[in-house]
């Protein structure tokens, strides 16, 4: 069975920074690209990284490049985001999910709540 | 990249059928035969319903279907059953990146 479990979240002011992790188990990790995706309180879901298998290439939306980054340890099975110079409006579950080709996305974490205020 | 959008709710009675529209542009959903569909309940993660526009993963329902016209994509739910009460987000590839839509609020009445 495949399990995404993200850690990390929480309650962070303007300007700060936060490490997200996602841990992997039940599929071979370094054979898929992998993602977040993050969903605000009023409920819109936003793509917000990707990352190859092998960890070389990235990928982010415009709106976002710069502050965020992505990694992965293939030999943790884990993914990282690292999110700089927070804003309020960066407030939002943040999911890990695995992509399955066409930015699809076949299987999702439980999420881990960022919440960006002073 | 500007959101997908999708009708806010889409409502029928058991059994019937209700069509969700997800409206793009050629950079996105009439670019490529990458729109995705994901259901999602209350407190729950997203779940992939549809892929590649009409798609569906091992143990999803054929009750789903998905189509794809121009920049316009499309999920009918058939034969509606009352754990179909949800929320419906579409996506779509956008050449390096991924755009997610509005989300729809389907109501079984």
């Known amino acids: 069975e495949v399990q995404l479990v993200e850690s990390g979240g929480g309650l962070i002011q303007p300007g700060g920074s936060l490490r997200l992790s996602c841990v992997a188990s039940?599929?071979?990790?370094?054979?898929?690209?992998m993602n977040w995706v993050r969903q605000t309180p009023g409920k819109h879901l936003e793509w917000v990284s990707g990352?190859?298998?092998?960890?070389?290439?990235?990928y982010y939306p415009d709106s976002l490049k710069g502050r965020f980054t992505i990694s992965r340890d293939n030999s943790k099975n884990t993914v990282y985001l690292q999110a700089n110079s927070l804003r309020a409006e960066d407030t939002a579950v943040y999911f890990c999910?695995?992509?399955?080709?066409?930015?699809?996305?076949?299987?999702w974490g439980q999420g881990t709540m960022v919440t960006v205020s002073s | 990249q500007s959101a997908l959008t999708q009708p806010p709710s889409a409502s029928g009675s058991p059994g019937q059928s209700v069509t969700i529209s997800c409206t793009g542009t050629?950079?996105?959903?009439?670019?490529?035969?990458?729109v995705s569909w994901y259901q999602q309940h209350p407190g729950k993660a997203p779940k992939l319903m549809i892929y590649?526009?009409?798609e569906r993963p091992s143990g999803v329902p054929d009750r789903f279907s998905g189509s794809k016209s121009g920049n316009t994509a499309s999920l009918t739910v058939s034969g509606l059953q009352a754990e179909d009460e949800a929320d419906y987000y579409c996506?779509?590839?956008?050449?390096?990146?991924?755009?997610f839509g509005t989300g729809t609020k389907v109501t079984v009445l």
């Open positions: 590649e526009v009409n």
């Open positions: 050629s950079s996105d959903v009439g670019a490529y035969n990458y």
């Open positions: 990352i190859g298998p092998a960890g070389y290439t990235t």
């Open positions: 039940g599929f071979t990790f370094n054979n898929y690209n």
């Open positions: 996506s779509s590839h956008a050449g390096s990146s991924a755009v």
């Open positions: 999910a695995k992509g399955r080709g066409g930015a699809a996305f076949d299987a």
